[in-house]
């Protein structure tokens, strides 16, 4: 905004927003303050949203906590706050969900570096492209399908591999006697399979940005390939890689679904993984909460609003790992022993090391958006620091839709390369950097297995039930054993009920958006800026639960599909304003000079000129939002009625609706093939529809791409 | 500190291209939500399903009726007939009498056509209770009566009329077992006491082997899988083990799995499924979920330490024991634990139906009624033995149909 010299180039005046600037410039005063006053309107009631969201939820939990007879901390008898007197323990619960996801981050993580690695610096440029967009998408696919996978593939196989692993590890007290399927070290296998996409895509973005020049430079220096890595992209990358890690943390700790579907619960301190036992406080929410009573209730709100604060805590985290690394990275760069000149010009010259462009590199990641307007990479050779700095945010919003919050990175500028002129390789040094390369492609192959399992069995067992009759019927008077039927009620469900919250979230998101970039300031601005964050890291069960205690057990309003968008709305707003924020960023403030200039208001200036501009790559936010909450079981579940006819109507007080996710989890255990079958066509046509969302929106933003026009 | 200029490039004409793609987007959404989508599965389904119900519910009175429309001649007997209303009506709960209950629902729905959708989401007693008294259900089905402290809270739901509960389809619960090689087995409650307290964790323990000579037991451990969620059928079978085997089960019945040790799966389904899928596997659900899955089942022990096996019959005579207590309108059984006849499955529940007895939804009230009936009368009741349930004696039918009719 401040402080750019308008370059010379004209802003092509808008059919119908240019015209004359005598027209333009009426009523301006009123325009103004009738817009500025909307855009801080929406702002307030967002903050106003969040704090009726927490003073509820405290409120409810306080009753609780305080009828509660038992230790809450160190109680690990049975869930019964419904009992008098009431007796419930949040400790062991939190304890779990500790454990799971910790078992999930030591998997998930090397690995998903590993396979960041392979796909940025090994895998032959063509086949890196095509595997940037699998990963990416992979990221998107729901947790019910990971949860099926979970329970119907991998639980009866884990009971083998347990067994293995206690029969190495067993003299490890945790390892002990493995004959288990379902443990806290199968939940913790899910998670990690669910967060690996996740970490890969933001890790792999992140290796992406690694400046051309430094990467030459290392070669130049005679480096072998894991040299260069290990100069160059580690460097770079630590600090973005270890905010991804500690993101796919917290996508664990809020991951409900999943977990429910393969734990055998039970409320103690876990400290046999190979065991049956243990709980997470998202997994007993969605469990408990339909039988819950006025105590009950609140007794799981407390628990989930220890969830929300301990989520937030680790996706704070995040952001400071990514500030303060990169801020000591610069200082290191500053003493290293080379410097890589800043922007500047860079070198031209061949090498060996064959990286995409890295008009590519942004362009496929897992936030399209940024490719969309945000690709002043797409030269050869960055230019200019403006370049650089515009590259800063773009990435940002990448993390924002893959891992559901956060920053991905600050990209430092400048980083050092330490150690000396590097000799021609020696046999030792190439062996080395052979053995990390097979290392990278084992992982990458690793990490393949188990999502090529789920995507086969997914489409091997879903496609030959997935015909035009399911797609046109409901399941109304099917039963299990019946063939035929279908999820008509399901898809009208999920798209009415995706659409609403999209309805919803998007005007408020969009003005919330416009008040950062183009008013905001002080106090507010920032208050607004850090409850986005807050909303970001909200886990979905939370949501959900918010909705329920307040909109349909509070305000007496009915489990009805508007209930269910409601909350998805809760869930698409943050993505919706944070995606739309970094896009209303990009847009140069010579345009909106230029329009001033011409004496247009400054309302009309956006709405005409500013949002425009940045429309594409709202578009592709919002169909990414959209895409992302389809998806959703667990807030569903909690706040909409399951129903097997068609419901067409999302405010029918006296019915529910089905979703996909939640024909899914109705149906996921039965016994009868009829059944399965139609369980595993509804996945496969929830992950195509979900995928082709995503494809859309990167179509969007690869079309809207400037040097494609 | 130089911009280039391709933000205006994109500029120039991104109204029209986007407002295209969101033209196109909005026109496929609407599309698909137009397109003629069917609740009318009969075309490919009603040959199979309508015969059946005619053939199950109208065994006794004739085959001659078609398998068209009229099958309301062919529900048989006097309490069977269905009367049809149309609206839409939700019920939730137990998962126990959800085979049942869907199968009801279905045979009013192909009666009545479209005009008519009824709900029933098997998501346990708990759910379903607490649903109703949320008014989010119009009905729950629980395999345990409403407690008084629940009892108020429905009763405050209804308006302050009474909610009832009438116990409308008997059941018997399955050990289900997965031993590979075991093809029968007797648990007395005490045995079962200790395994699904975690007090015996291999399957050729002295105690199992004691109970069944001549079986070859293996050495594999025992997984017992109970319930996850508040479950009637956990209430039921922690109530059989209690009060049967207090020394070696002694918490007291409860819907949340009172026993410790074990491992959990969510609704009977989910048990299921879940003893079906683990070697060595032990759980218990309502018999039909064992059916379904192909799980043997074990013959368990009475108060007396005699092992009844698990056939409906059995169940039948236990259930007919059962003290009826009609109070404020209720239709409860109290089971006799103390029966100990050799032909008496002394592990069984009973689904009851929870409604208002008055100030219903006058726009639900004639299909609440009427399906209601129809559950307790003879065409729908003599369905059940096929389906895993017990039915209710016709006296039994009688009356309860008699307190689904006065339903106001």
Request: charged share 10%.
């Amino acid at each position: 905004m401040s402080g750019i010299t308008p370059t010379a180039t004209r802003p092509t005046p808008r059919p119908g927003g240019g015209g004359s600037a005598i027209a333009l410039n009426s009523g301006t005063r009123r325009g103004d303050a009738v817009f500025s006053g909307a855009v801080r309107g929406a702002a307030i009631l967002l903050l106003i949203l969040m704090g009726a969201i927490a003073a509820f939820l405290v409120y409810r939990a306080q009753d609780a906590l305080s009828a509660n007879t038992a230790n809450v901390l160190t109680y690990t008898g049975t869930w019964a706050p419904d009992d008098s007197p009431p007796k419930f323990g949040i400790g062991a619960l939190a304890w779990g969900t500790l454990v799971t996801s910790l078992i999930a981050i030591i998997l998930a993580a090397p690995v998903a570096v590993g396979v960041a690695l392979f796909i940025t610096q090994y895998a032959p440029r063509k086949l890196a492209q095509v595997l940037g967009y699998i990963v990416d998408l992979l990221a998107a696919v729901p947790s019910i399908i990971y949860g099926l996978w979970g329970i119907l593939f991998l639980v009866p196989h884990m009971q083998g591999a347990s067994q293995v692993i206690s029969d190495v590890l067993g003299w490890l007290p945790p390892f002990e006697s493995g004959v288990f399927g379902r443990s806290v070290f199968t939940a913790g296998v899910i998670l990690a399979i669910m967060i690996l996409p996740i970490i890969a895509a933001i890790s792999r973005e992140i290796f992406l940005q690694t400046p051309r020049d430094q990467v030459e430079a290392a070669y130049a220096l005679g480096a072998t390939r894991w040299e260069m890595i290990r100069l160059a992209v580690l460097p770079y990358g630590r600090s973005g890689v270890g905010s991804a890690i500690v993101l796919g943390f917290g996508r664990a700790l809020g991951e409900t679904i999943a977990v429910a579907m393969v734990l055998s619960t039970s409320s103690i301190f876990v400290t046999k993984l190979l065991q049956p036992g243990g709980n997470t406080i998202a997994a007993n929410i969605a469990l408990q909460f339909g039988s819950a009573f006025t105590t009950g209730q609140g007794a799981l709100i407390a628990s989930g609003l220890v969830l929300f604060v301990v989520t937030f805590l680790v996706n704070w985290l995040a952001r400071r790992i990514t500030k303060h690394g990169g801020e000591a990275k610069e200082r290191r760069g500053l003493g290293g022993l080379f410097r890589i000149g800043r922007g500047g010009e860079s070198m031209h010259m061949e090498s060996s090391y064959d990286a995409p462009a890295p008009s590519e590199a942004t362009g496929s990641a897992g936030g399209p958006v940024a490719a969309g307007l945000g690709s002043p990479l797409s030269g050869t050779v960055p230019a200019s620091r403006g370049a650089f700095e515009a590259k800063d945010s773009a990435p940002e919003v990448v993390a924002d839709e893959a891992a559901g919050r956060g920053r991905s990175h600050r990209a430092p500028r400048v980083a050092g390369l330490e150690g000396g002129v590097l000799a021609a390789p020696s046999g030792s040094r190439r062996l080395r950097s052979g053995l990390a390369g097979g290392l990278s492609v084992a992982t990458f192959a690793l990490a393949v297995i188990p999502l090529a399992s789920i995507l086969w069995l997914v489409v091997s067992r879903g496609s030959h039930a997935l015909n035009l009759d399911f797609l046109t019927h409901s399941l109304r008077n099917i039963s299990e054993s019946d063939p035929g039927g279908g999820v008509y009620h399901a898809i009208i469900g999920t798209v009415e009920q995706a659409l609403l919250a999209a309805l919803m979230a998007v005007p408020i998101g969009l003005l919330v958006a416009v008040y950062l970039v183009e008013y905001g300031r002080g106090m507010l601005a920032r208050a607004v800026t850090f409850f986005v964050d807050v909303m970001m890291g909200l886990p979905s069960i939370v949501a959900g639960l918010f909705i329920l205690s307040l909109w349909i057990i509070g305000l007496h309003q009915m489990a009805n599909g508007f209930a269910g968008a409601l909350a998805l709305m809760i869930l698409m707003l943050p993505i919706v304003i944070r995606s739309s924020e970094e896009m209303l960023k990009l847009v140069p403030d010579s345009l909106r000079e230029a329009s001033y200039a011409l004496g247009v208001p400054k309302w009309r200036t956006i709405t005409k000129i500013v949002i425009p501009t940045a429309l594409p790559g709202i578009v592709t936010g919002v169909m990414l939002g959209v895409a992302r909450v389809m998806g959703e079981t667990a807030p569903i579940l909690l706040v909409v009625q399951y129903v097997s006819f068609i419901n067409g109507n999302p405010f029918d007080g006296s019915q529910g609706q089905a979703t996909l996710p939640t024909v899914i989890y109705s149906t996921f255990t039965s016994p009868e093939h009829a059944s399965n079958d139609r369980t595993w066509s509804a996945a496969l046509l929830l992950i195509l529809i979900i995928m082709l969302l995503n494809i859309v929106a990167r179509l969007i933003a690869w079309w809207r791409r400037p040097n494609n026009t | 500190m130089i911009r280039r200029d391709f933000p205006v490039k994109i500029h120039a004409g991104v109204n029209g291209r986007s407002a295209a793609v969101g033209a196109g987007v909005l026109a496929l959404a609407l599309a698909s939500l137009t397109a003629c989508g069917s609740d009318n599965n009969s075309s490919s389904s009603s040959g199979g399903s309508s015969s059946t119900t005619t053939s199950a519910g109208g065994s006794s009175s004739s085959s001659t009726s078609g398998s068209s429309s009229s099958s309301s001649s062919a529900a048989g007997g006097t309490g069977g007939d269905i009367n049809c209303a149309s609206g839409s009506l939700a019920g939730q709960g137990s998962s126990a009498q959800a085979t049942a209950i869907n199968q009801f629902v279905k045979d009013y729905q192909t009666k009545c056509g479209s005009g008519t959708n009824i709900s029933y989401n098997g998501n346990g007693s708990g759910p379903g209770v607490t649903a109703f008294v949320q008014k989010q259900a119009d009905w729950a089905g629980s395999d345990y009566p409403l407690n008084a402290d629940q009892q108020k809270q429905a009763d405050q739901r209804c308006g302050g009329k009474p909610a009832i509960s009438v116990g409308t389809i008997p059941g018997a619960i399955a050990v289900m077992y997965n031993v590979p090689g075991v093809d029968k087995l007797n648990l007395s409650a005490s045995t079962l006491g200790k395994i699904f307290n975690g007090k015996i964790a291999k399957w050729n323990d002295q105690a199992i082997a004691a109970e069944n000579p001549g079986v070859q037991l293996p050495d594999l451990a025992i997984q017992a899988y109970h319930r996850s969620d508040a479950s009637g059928t956990s209430f039921n079978f922690s109530n059989y083990l209690n009060k049967t085997a207090p020394s070696d089960f002694s918490a007291a019945a409860n819907k949340q799995w009172p026993g410790s040790g074990g491992q959990s799966a969510q609704g009977s389904k989910g048990v299921a499924q879940a003893v079906a899928s683990s070697s060595g596997a032990i759980g218990y659900a309502e018999v039909s979920y064992a059916t379904s899955n192909n799980l043997k089942t074990a013959a368990i022990g009475n108060k007396d330490g005699k092992f009844v096996p698990l056939t409906i019959a059995n169940a039948s005579n236990f259930i007919s024991k059962a003290q009826i207590d009609t109070a404020a309108g209720n239709y409860k059984f109290n089971f006799d634990y103390t029966y100990a006849a050799d032909d008496a499955y002394p592990a069984v529940l009973v689904t009851y139906e929870i409604v208002c007895s008055t100030g219903n939804d006058s726009a639900k009230l004639p299909v609440l009624k009427n399906f209601l009936q129809y559950t307790a009368g003879s065409g729908a009741q003599s369905q059940l033995e096929k389906l895993g349930y017990v039915a209710l004696s016709s006296d039994q039918q009688s009356k309860v149909g008699a307190i689904f009719a006065g339903l106001s």
